[in-house]
């Protein structure tokens, strides 16, 4: 059961229930200028977080553009690495065939040079051979010469004799026919009157040295046969050296 407060009570209580909605109404006042700072406060911190997100929207935005430029870039710069990777390989290639190439051009170079050097050893050796030989042919020339120069002078001194035989073998029977008509002119006319006999036995005086002067005008020809011969062969000789000579130089 609650008491009825005394005069005191009552002034107490009153005051303190003043005091109470003092303390309310502070609190009120408090609480509502509290909320009503927190809605300000919300406001300008929305503004900014807005505006904050305008901003970084819009460096996204500038993100992504950046980064769809560098991509297309790296997509560029990428076509571009392909197709210079494509032009290395084909310049690799096309080295390596050249090197190969190059390679063999210098390989079959080196074996023509060897070839023509042998074939200058060759002709060296060649002209060389053919100096000789015409040195050799120059000199059996010239013995040549001399052989046939002396065989000249023997021909012709072997020919001299022979016309000189060949003059006293045809003088010889001249004569005995000059010493008959001598004979006959002194007889005068006992020669007259055996003119027939004498005559007929003159004849066989006549053949006989005529007989002689055969055999003796034909014994130096028989010995002059071979000399005559032996020119024959000889030039025939020189002819077939001269041919030989003439096939082996050309």
């Known amino acids: ?43 300008s911190t929305y503004q900014a977080a ?40 084909s310049a690799s290639a096309e080295l390596q065939r ?17 070839k023509l050097e042998q074939e200058v050893a060759k002709l060296s050796a060649q002209h060389k051979a053919l100096q000789h030989q015409h040195a050799s042919v120059e000199k059996e020339n010239e013995s040549l010469k001399a052989t046939v120069a002396r065989y000249q002078k023997e021909l012709k001194d072997r020919s001299q004799p022979t016309s000189s035989a060949s003059q006293s073998a045809g003088s010889k029977p001249v004569l005995p026919l000059a010493a008959s008509k001598t004979q006959e002119a002194q007889s005068g ?3 007259a009157a055996k003119g027939s006999p004498t005559q007929e036995g003159s004849a066989p005086s006549l053949d006989a040295p005529k007989q002689q002067e055969v055999p003796a005008a034909s014994s130096p020809g028989k010995e002059e046969a071979p000399p005559a011969e032996e020119p024959t062969g000889f030039l025939a000789l020189i002819k077939r050296w001269l041919a030989s000579i003439w096939h082996l130089i050309f």
């Open 189 to 191: 006319p006992v020669t």
């Open 1 to 43: 059961m609650v008491r009825s407060p005394k005069p005191a009570d009552e002034k107490d209580y009153s005051q303190s229930k003043r005091t109470g909605r003092r303390s309310v109404a502070a609190v009120s006042l408090v609480l509502m200028g509290v909320a009503l700072g927190g809605c300000v406060v919300a406001d």
């Open 50 to 89: 807005v505006a904050e997100s305008e901003e970084v929207k819009a460096a996204l935005e500038r993100t992504q553009t950046q980064t769809n430029a560098l991509e297309q870039q790296a997509k560029s710069i990428k076509d571009q690495m392909d197709k210079l990777t494509t032009e290395a390989a």
């Open 98 to 114: 050249l090197q190969g190439s190059r390679d063999a051009e210098r390989e079959e170079m080196e074996e023509q040079v060897h």
